[in-house]
Structures are given as structure tokens and as C-alpha cells.
Nanobody, 120 residues
């Protein structure tokens, strides 16, 4: 059993900043990747940022230069620092990870989501 929990969602004014965090817990042998997705009202869920095991972090074009993600391998956490937020960034942000436990094959897990609203 593996759990992903997001924290930090809030209401923010346009141009403001916000930090989200995701923590993976449970029986974990290996984390192959951690990522952030988001889903805006009436739209499909989209990829935002991903951290692979080689330490590389990649960003979607829509957030490059504004969002920064950091991975703490020792604590099994991943943060998403967002700046210059725009109304179109309003969405539910989800943590995603591919994880293997002490038994069984790797599986994909999702967090419950964190609401980020950018509005005056």
C-alpha cells in the first residue's frame, strides 16, 4: 500500500506565488518517477512537471519559466513552486508516481488533488 498526499492548495491573486508539496508514504522499495498533473474545469488532465530517477526534471511548455519543481529523494517528496500565476492556472493539481513496493511489480498511484484558484 502506497499513499500520495498533496498539500498547499489555496486561493491566490494573479501574479502571486504558491508552493505545493507531495509526499509518498507506505511500503516503498523504489520510486521510478514523481510528477505533477493538473485538471482545469471542463478540460482534460494534463502533465505539468515530472522528475525521473536520473534526477532530471522536465516541464510543460505552458509553465516553463514560471514553475519550478524539486525532488527530495531521502524524504520521498516533490514540491512545485509556482510564480507569476495566471487565471488559466486555476485547476486541481494532482501528484502522480510510479512506485514499486517490497513485493510485486511497479504500479502507478495518484493523490487526491489540491485545488489552486487564481482570481482577484
Amino acid at each position: 500500500q502506497v499513499q500520495l498526499v498533496e498539500s498547499g492548495g489555496a486561493l491566490v491573486q494573479p501574479g502571486g506565488s504558491l508552493r505545493l508539496s507531495c509526499e509518498a508514504s507506505g511500503t516503498i522499495s523504489k520510486i521510478y518517477s514523481m510528477a505533477w498533473y493538473r485538471q482545469a474545469p471542463g478540460k482534460q488532465r494534463e502533465w505539468v512537471a515530472i522528475s525521473t530517477h536520473d534526477g532530471m526534471i522536465h516541464y510543460a511548455d505552458s509553465v516553463k519559466g514560471r514553475f519550478t519543481s524539486s525532488r527530495d529523494h531521502a524524504r520521498n517528496t516533490m514540491s512545485l513552486e509556482m510564480s507569476n500565476l495566471k487565471p488559466e492556472d486555476t485547476a486541481v493539481y494532482y501528484c502522480n508516481s510510479i512506485v514499486s513496493s517490497d513485493v510485486g511489480s511497479p504500479n502507478e498511484y495518484w493523490g487526491q488533488g489540491a485545488q489552486v484558484t487564481v482570481s482577484s
